[in-house]
């Protein structure tokens, strides 16, 4: 049973830009924090953005602040991740979480999330 999948990954060179869409289930909807992990070949998954869906505060990760806005669209059980500027270090498989605040704040732990889709890969060539 599918909860959370996400689309529009692809292929783009440096500099250039994708959005990332997740259609949210409604057994995920449920949970308070939303956001946007990624993993790279031989490294660890890490958060890239966070999103408490009461009233959208966000936080993302270093490096991508700046470039990457996360954003959700309610009406259509959607969240997003706009990703500009691209870099090759951006290049990951990227997974849509739904999970748990801590101490009342949606951080970007990846023991928090426990609803992952199945990634949509995204591929950045210098």
């Known amino acids: 049973q599918v909860q959370l999948m996400e689309s529009g990954g692809g292929s783009v060179q440096a500099g250039g830009s994708l959005r990332l869409s997740c259609v949210i289930s409604?057994?995920?909807?449920?949970?308070?924090?939303m956001g946007w992990f990624r993993q790279a070949p031989g490294k660890e998954r890490e958060g890239v953005a966070v999103?408490?869906?009461?009233?959208?505060?966000?936080r993302a990760a270093d490096s991508v602040k700046g470039r990457f806005t996360i954003s959700r669209d309610n009406a259509a059980n959607k969240l997003y991740l706009q990703m500009n500027s691209l870099k090759s270090d951006d290049t990951a498989m990227y997974y849509c979480?739904?999970?748990?605040?801590?101490?009342?704040?949606?951080?970007?732990?990846?023991?928090?999330?426990?609803?992952w889709g199945q990634g949509t890969q995204v591929n950045v060539s210098s």
């Open positions: 979480v739904a999970g748990y605040r801590d101490a009342g704040v949606c951080r970007l732990e990846r023991n928090d999330y426990d609803y």
């Open positions: 409604i057994y995920a909807r449920v949970r308070p924090c």
């Open positions: 999103i408490y869906v009461e009233d959208n505060t966000t």
